[in-house]
């Protein structure tokens, strides 16, 4: 018969301090990456086992990627980036909506909860990692300028197979350096991100090259960022008007 396995008192009182010692770990990590850029992620690990070669990448200073490819890349991942606080709560109400009607599920992700993802994660999808996500998402936010997020985004998002970041996607793609796109071509790109290993010369990626030159994501300076901030902030945002 099976003996039971008893955990005494002095056992159960390092449980909190465990917590604890993790969470100051976590937190930690979150600040060290406002200075470095990781060299490497899980998600690039496990690429690189899979393809038995090491993943494609070249970091870049956000300046240094010149205008179109980050402008793009926010259209088409999380358009109110520079309006939110990590959580798009519109994304997010507007995915429930469709889930409860029956709808395509679709993704409410914030670049920000894919920084934590991506950076500090692996892929896969349960409870367990949604919940570090999240406590992820908030240090970042409370740690790191907004431009620094953006700048670790577009250095780890996989932009072609066994491609990772914007300088390396667009060598890939456009054989140049990520400044010299043109607005077209970071169209073009973006437009592969949620599936990184389709073409971007093919239907879906054009349309969607269409749908972001079409629909361009306010940044803190352009004409008019400051109205679309205050009419962004007196909209109700919350859990109850995903249901209401």
Not at 75 to 99: M, N, P, Q, T, W
Not at 175 to 202: F, M, Q, V, Y
């Amino acid at each position: 018969m099976a003996r039971l396995v008893t955990l005494s008192w002095p056992a159960l009182r390092w449980i909190p301090g465990s917590l604890v010692g993790i969470g100051l770990a976590s937190i930690l990590q979150v600040w060290v990456v406002r200075f470095v850029t990781p060299p490497w992620t899980l998600t690039m690990v496990q690429a690189g086992i899979e393809a038995r070669t090491l993943p494609r990448r070249r970091v870049a200073r956000l300046e240094a990627l010149g205008e179109h490819g980050p402008r793009a890349f926010v259209a088409s991942e999380d358009a109110r980036f520079y309006l939110h606080h990590g959580f798009d709560l519109e994304a997010i109400c507007g995915a429930v909506r469709a889930s409860l009607s029956g709808g395509r599920l679709r993704g409410g992700s914030s670049i920000s909860q894919q920084v934590a993802k991506n950076v500090f994660l692996w892929q896969g999808r349960s409870w367990l990692r949604k919940g570090l996500e999240a406590w992820y998402t908030v240090w970042l936010e409370v740690l790191l300028p907004k431009d620094r997020i953006l700048e670790l985004y577009v250095n780890v998002a996989q932009t072609g197979p066994h491609t990772f970041g914007l300088e390396a996607g667009s060598g890939l793609h456009f054989n140049k350096p990520a400044a010299s796109l043109s607005p077209g071509e970071a169209g073009r790109l973006a437009g592969i991100l949620p599936d990184p290993t389709r073409s971007i010369s093919g239907g879906a990626a054009r349309r969607r090259a269409s749908w972001i030159k079409a629909n361009p994501a306010p940044f803190p300076g352009d004409p008019g960022y400051d109205l679309v901030l205050d009419a962004y902030r007196s909209r109700r945002h919350g859990l109850l008007s995903c249901l209401l």
